[in-house]
């Protein structure tokens, strides 16, 4: 397990909607945040220091630190949607850092569930199909 | 901010005309016509022995709205326990290129022609119940950011009826497209 991958368990389930809230913090301080599956920025994978989630009330409450200052550290944030023939119904949110065949993966399902993976198959999964 | 995303179908000579499944109560509708209407038009019917066939629908994933970054590892699933008394769904084992795509065709109003048969590129097919969440179809594709439009490349679904199918409404089943954003 790396010591620079942690959260706790106080999440408070988003009730309203099938998003999780969560804030993205940057080495500049710059902060950018999704409320209520609502965007106010699209997050960058350059730079990022910091992955909050968000409670109920906007506050934050598990920090995911992806600490990309190790050379050769990337960084993944992938939105998985799911969408039947005719709208989206869930999203999962998967945060985690790769490094060469290291990596540890995080899913953040709309229903507070979370689950770590360091399965290779996980990060075969992110192998672009073109 | 996040892409917006759709279901799209072709119908039509190639190379076809692309309607969208409305969201959030559109459906895809099997017919013994090539049609998008979502009426009871052209209604599947029961073969006295033997097998007919739906017309085939071709339907891929759509971009309206560009990604952030990129939207890729599409898969696309089904419960897994459609159970219609005499129909089964397959789906084409290839997915074609949506520059490739196939009109559906057969006798209109009594059974479509078998896709194996008569989509080009495909050679074989699948039960739909073959693909789960936990085992769905890899769908080849992906877009990337400035560009919107077709994302990936073709599903062609089809129905084989039999004559244990019983008459009236067959009921409704759902499909699933699962794909990362980034």
Known sequence: MPTDLFFDTHLSKNKTTDSLSWMAVYDSGLQIREIDGVSYADIVRENLKEFWLVDSSEKPRIKIDVNHSETGRNIIFRKRRYMNLDQITKTVYIVGWQKENQFVLLYLYPEGVIELSDSKNDLDLFACEK | ?182
């Open chain 2, 1 to 182: 901010m996040a892409a917006t995303i759709n279901t799209r179908e072709l119908n039509g000579v190639a190379p076809g005309v692309a309607s969208t499944i409305a969201s959030p109560t559109g459906k895809l509708i099997f017919q013994m016509s090539d049609s998008h209407a979502e009426d009871a038009s052209n209604p599947i019917l029961r073969p006295v022995s033997g097998s007919y066939y739906s017309y085939w629908k071709s339907i891929y994933l759509n971009a309206v709205t560009t990604p952030p970054t990129e939207i890729n590892n599409i898969k696309f699933y089904s419960s897994g326990t459609m159970s219609w008394t005499g129909v089964t769904l397959y789906v084409g084992d290839e997915t074609p290129d949506v520059a490739n795509y196939v009109q559906a065709v057969g006798t209109l109003g009594k059974t479509g022609t078998e896709i194996v048969t008569g989509y080009s590129g495909i050679t074989a097919k699948t039960t739909m119940n073959t693909y789960t969440s936990g085992s769905p179809k890899s769908v080849t594709g992906s877009i990337a950011t400035p560009n919107i439009g077709a994302i990936s490349k073709l599903i062609v679904l089809q129905l084989t009826i039999t004559g244990a199918v019983d008459p009236g409404d067959a009921g409704s089943a759902t499909l699933t497209w699962r794909y990362d954003e980034s």
